[in-house]
């Protein structure tokens, strides 16, 4: 079989670098379009066909698109110009577009006080307003596999472990370990209370290369292997770095003022609750990875 020629966007990223390389060492072409021509030595030195320049009404960038067999976004869920881009140039191609979504689509802003453990297995229908977008724009990717493209949208929960490329650390786990480090305690939002699911960066790159051989057309699929409390990840955190003082609680407020709402409500203070069981019966997607405790 031909090798196939993948063009990953984020390849500067912690997701969208590992899957580059993942992909490579299964024998795919990789290429790549990125925004600073600073990072296309760095990424070329990894064997990443990466070129650099604008990816809004760029003439070259929508013929680098149309070129490759399949198509990711792993470098921003929100953007919905990259995605019009991306969509516009492959519709009535039959091509692959893979696009990546979060968890966050399932936060409930309970800053902390309480826990829900009732999991999602499909995209949710009712998100709170600050999510509403983002779960727009995915429903509409997932309509173009009636417009001739053959879309998936893969939703990861809280990633973690060591990626492969440019930047290894995913976003949640190291800043909670850099600020307990400064504060000499680990904290948490509220009574930490509430849940959150989890995957391994190595199982998850393994899901987009289900994805790519067996999803079809205008599906969706949450990552996740595992679920627990910020509370015990606070306490783990204490744990692995030999802090003394207990773990801190955060008001919401005070995480807004510290990592801005975002990242406060819908990285830290939320429940976010998924389950990849439609990942597992319809494509065979078997994580082995279930340690976060362990790997902090």
């Not at 590992?18 to 070329?44: N, T, W």
């Not at 005070?254 to 819908?266: L, R, S």
């Amino acid at each position: 079989m031909a090798t196939k020629r993948v063009f990953i966007l984020g390849t500067t990223g912690y997701i969208g670098g590992s899957l580059a390389i993942y992909l490579q060492q299964k024998g795919f072409e990789v290429y790549s379009r990125v925004r600073r021509e600073a990072d296309v030595p760095r990424l070329k030195a990894l064997g990443i066909n990466a070129t650099a320049g604008p990816m809004i009404d760029d003439l070259a960038f929508t013929a680098e698109l149309q070129a490759a067999d399949i198509v990711i976004n792993v470098a921003n869920s929100d953007d919905t110009f990259l995605a019009a881009t991306i969509l516009e140039a492959l519709e009535g191609s039959g091509k692959m577009y893979i696009h990546t979504s979060g968890g966050g689509i399932l936060g409930d802003k309970a800053a902390g006080q309480f826990a829900n453990s009732n999991a999602y297995t499909d995209i949710i229908e009712k998100p709170v307003l600050e999510r509403a977008a983002r779960v727009l724009l995915d429903r509409e990717v997932m309509n173009y596999a009636e417009k001739g493209i053959h879309t998936v949208v893969i939703c990861p929960t809280m990633v973690y472990g060591k990626g492969l490329a440019l930047k290894q650390e995913s976003d949640q786990i190291p800043t909670l370990m850099r600020d307990a480090r400064q504060r000499g305690s680990a904290i948490m939002i509220g009574k930490g209370v509430h849940l959150t699911s989890n995957v391994h960066v190595m199982d998850l790159l393994s899901l987009y290369e289900l994805a790519i051989d067996k999803a079809p057309a205008g599906s969706f699929y949450y990552a996740e292997n595992g679920l627990t409390s910020f509370k015990a990840i606070a306490e783990q955190i204490n744990r692995s770095l030999g802090l003394k003082e207990e773990v801190k609680s955060l008001s919401i407020s005070e995480a807004i003022e510290i990592w801005g709402p975002a990242m406060a409500h819908f990285g830290l203070g939320s429940n976010i609750v998924a389950s990849a069981a439609k990942a597992r019966q319809e494509l065979g997607w078997q994580p082995v990875f279930d340690n976060l405790l362990e790997e902090i």
